[in-house]
């Protein structure tokens, strides 16, 4: 359904795609996963006809971005970064715009409006004003506005930035419900996002492409070994963090043991298990059975960083709670 | 052609569904009326002082009435040419509307031209209003319509051209009151340019002075149609939409 080669797109100063090649089957959900300023966007806009590719080529739907633009928009359905709303409209006003743009009309049009009104739950609102919208219902709109047209394919960039939970499970939902009939491409930075709604994961960094596989390979390949945060508080003595850690050390399938925080008698770890060890089990006993309460543990997520740097071969950093830093330079050019 | 109206439709309704277009409307419908009490009132004046005076100069309504107000009319309309225009691309960029324009089967051609007839016909709107007071002439005079109608065709194509380059203005910017202000300057530029004639007879004073949108309006007041001046203002119109179509593509390859 979508065959990209080689695109690259650069910009005056910095290289925003750098010769990208994948493939996406009819049907799919991909997730296309990446920092901020990775060049998720740039490669949607030129999907989507946006933007043209300084270099290389995509096909959408059996036709050539550069060569039949026209085409193209009209066999897919864009939800933007921040969703392409008029405040002044009226939230049907706004869909049935967006329909005839998209060169519906009539009874058809009318009829596919309150369809999409309902499948995006915003029917209930189908008369007030955007302007006076939540974001959650904006974001919904802006859902509804992309597949008015029942689009072959459909990108999605960041569709639940700026969600709350409630709101970012019902939007997920939504995208799934959607899978059917559509091929879908969504944009996050969000690992649990792409392992909840997605089949497959395109990865890309700093503009190059890093990995495309299924999600459940992937998952494989980046929970080889498990990090876990452990909180442990003496109960009658005083707590000694260095028998802790060395007591913590000694549990099998443990790989390395680094002290956190420690305070108010209490002292956190951060325990990381060898490869394809489950060790929870084995810690919660090891510190009850030393006569210490268990506080806390939960395994840490595995941040994009990690898995980034697993993928890429690169060394495991000091700071691993740290969240992915964004290449400056290549986020400037990404959003004019 | 469906596309340009589809844009159209929605501009016309984004103008009266915002204060904007009743703004304009009742500024420009006082202004005008201020100006017309005016020039009506001064014609009575001459008139009777002519009767005391026992001379019976035939006094055209026309002349005296018609053609100065009109000329007015492209000045005030000068000042609110910014107005109608410096949203048209400033606030789809800004509210990020515009990739759903670009991302959608239509072509840019069609955007423009959609949202330039839309200035095109508020601005018309406001012409309508300055007819209602004409309209009292038609009841106690007897002027002449057509002489009139011309001179309204000559405000409809020179506002046509100066909105033409406000809409291309309106493309260089996120920010409306810099689109408007920059707007605001080249309409006022383009009004002055006329000015060098007064003094200088060399060629590139008779240029600039070709340049202005006023030297040519002169044969529309006056109630005749010269081509050369209806050519002016088309061109103008196809230099600024076509201005406006090479910004917006180089709004991709830059961004």
Not at chain 1, 256 to 278: I, M, T
Request: aromatic share 8%; net charge neutral; hydrophobic share 45%.
């Amino acid at each position: 359904m979508i065959t990209v080669k080689n695109l690259t797109k650069r910009y005056a100063r910095t290289v925003a795609v750098d010769h990208i090649s994948f493939e996406v089957q009819k049907g799919q959900i991909v997730g296309f996963l990446g920092p901020n300023g990775a060049g998720k966007t740039t490669t949607m806009r030129i999907l989507t006809c946006f933007l043209p590719p300084t270099d290389g080529g995509a096909n959408v739907a059996g036709f050539d971005v550069l060569q039949q633009p026209l085409e193209v928009k009209k066999r897919i359905g864009y939800l933007p970064e921040s969703p392409p709303l008029y405040p002044e409209m009226e939230v049907r006003e706004y869909l049935t715009f967006v329909g005839k743009l998209k060169g519906m009309s009539g009874l058809n049009l009318a009829k596919r409006v309150g369809e999409v009104s309902d499948r995006c739950a915003v029917s209930d609102v189908s008369r007030r004003l955007i302007s006076k919208l939540s974001k959650g219902y904006r974001q919904r709109v802006g859902l509804a506005q992309a597949i008015i047209h029942n689009p072959d394919v459909l990108i999605l960039d960041e569709p639940t930035a700026g969600l709350d939970p409630k709101q970012i499970n019902e939007t997920r939902e939504l995208i799934k419900g959607l899978a059917g009939d559509h091929t879908i491409i969504l944009s996050t930075h969000i690992l649990p996002e792409v392992e909840q709604t997605c089949e497959q994961v395109i990865i890309i960094n700093k503009g190059k492409l890093v990995a495309t596989d299924s999600v459940h390979n992937l998952q494989n390949r980046a929970r080889g070994a498990e990090t876990v945060l452990v909180e442990v508080e003496g109960r009658d003595s005083a707590l000694d963090a260095g028998s802790v850690q060395r007591r913590l050390e000694s549990i099998a399938g443990v790989s390395r043991v680094v002290p956190k925080e420690s305070r108010n008698n209490r002292s956190a770890f951060e325990v990381e298990s060898l490869k394809d060890r489950f060790i929870r089990g084995d810690l919660a006993r090891a510190v009850v059975e030393s006569g210490w309460n268990l506080n806390e543990l939960r395994p840490t997520a595995m941040s994009l960083e990690e898995i980034f740097l697993q993928l890429t071969g690169g060394e495991k950093p000091e700071a691993v709670a740290e969240p992915a830093p964004e290449p400056v330079a290549a986020s400037e050019g990404e959003k004019q | 052609m469906r596309n340009i109206w589809i844009i159209c439709q929605k501009e016309l309704r984004s103008y009266f569904s915002s204060p904007v277009a009743y703004l304009l409307l009742t500024m420009f419908a006082l202004i005008f009326g201020f100006f017309f009490w005016n020039s009506v009132g001064y014609f009575n004046m001459m008139g009777l002082e002519s009767q005391m005076r026992g001379q019976s100069m035939p006094m055209s309504v026309n002349e005296y009435v018609i053609r100065p107000l009109l000329s007015n009319i492209s000045v005030i309309g000068l000042f609110f040419i910014p107005m109608i225009t410096m949203r048209l691309f400033a606030e789809e960029k800004r509210m990020g509307t515009i990739e759903l324009l670009a991302t959608s089967p239509i072509r840019d051609m069609e955007v423009i031209i959609g949202k330039w007839l839309a200035a095109v016909m508020l601005y018309a709107v406001l012409l309508l209003f300055t007819a209602v007071n004409f309209a009292f002439l038609f009841k106690y005079g007897n002027p002449d319509w057509r002489p009139m109608a011309m001179g309204y065709l000559g405000l409809l194509l020179q506002a046509g051209g100066l909105l033409a380059v406000g809409t291309f203005i309106s493309t260089l910017t996120k920010n409306q009151i810099i689109a408007g202000a920059a707007t605001f300057g080249v309409c006022l530029m383009l009004w002055v340019l006329e000015w060098v004639a007064g003094y200088e007879t060399a060629t590139w004073a008779k240029v600039l002075a070709y340049m202005s949108v006023i030297t040519h309006y002169e044969s529309f007041g006056k109630g005749v149609l010269d081509t050369k001046d209806a050519v002016y203002y088309v061109s103008l119109i196809f230099l600024g939409l076509f201005l406006t179509s090479r910004s917006l593509e180089s709004l991709r390859w830059r961004s």
